[in-house]
């Protein structure tokens, strides 16, 4: 299987994800550009079960949005980097 790994700009916060992604997208609604700080997000997409977080602490921010769906984002409790969402 292929891993891909990565983490945050601190080095605090260490994961890989097995297998290959699920689909890839680009969006620009207003969640994703909150998360980002820019005018859109690109995102890869892997199942759950398959991103493995081997060090660090994550805080947990969830956004509701207009339409009543929650929206969670997950960044490094140390550097603040954006790390992963839900």
């Not at 790994?5 to 601190?10: L, N």
Request: glycine letters at 12%; aromatic letters at 16%; charged letters at 15%.
């Amino acid at each position: 299987m292929k891993k891909h790994s990565g983490g945050c700009a601190c080095g605090q916060v260490r994961y890989y994800t097995i297998g290959q992604p699920v689909k890839t997208g680009l969006c620009h609604c207003r969640y994703c550009q909150l998360r980002t700080g820019t005018a859109f997000g690109i995102s890869v997409y892997f199942k759950k079960e398959n991103l493995i977080i081997e060090s660090g602490d994550l805080k947990k921010y969830t956004f509701t949005t207009e339409s009543g769906n929650t929206f969670e984002t997950n960044f490094c409790t140390y550097c603040g980097t954006s790390l992963f969402w839900t």
